[in-house]
């Protein structure tokens, strides 16, 4: 059963030990306007990274403040393969697969 670290805030030393137990991490939209996880996002591989908004809270830049939407998934994306020095194309080719695989929709 795979586990999902939802709305995952953590530091890099704490997404190394929940990668060693086989989790998925699970960024939201607060990544996109602070650099405080970055090194978590560039330590963990492109096959254990989820994306998520966590609408109606927490919008991500350009949204912050407002109302957030599912749609605005792409901006984390977008800050994610900034992070991963990937296209935004390719980081969301890695990431769906991903989601497919964790919530059985292959």
Do not use: W
Not at 41 to 69: Q, S, W
């Amino acid at each position: 059963v795979p586990v999902v670290m939802h709305f995952f805030t953590g530091d890099s030393d704490l997404a190394q030990k929940y990668l060693n137990l086989g989790c998925y991490l699970s960024f939201p939209g607060p990544i996109t306007y602070t650099e405080m996880y970055d090194e978590s996002i560039r330590v963990t591989p492109m096959d254990r990274i989820l994306a998520e908004t966590d609408a109606p809270f927490a919008a991500p830049v350009p949204y912050r403040g407002k109302r957030n939407e599912p749609a605005y998934v792409v901006e984390v994306i977008r800050k994610i393969a900034m992070l991963k020095n990937i296209s935004l194309e390719t980081a969301a080719s890695q990431i769906t697969p991903n989601s497919q695989r964790v919530f059985g929709l292959t």
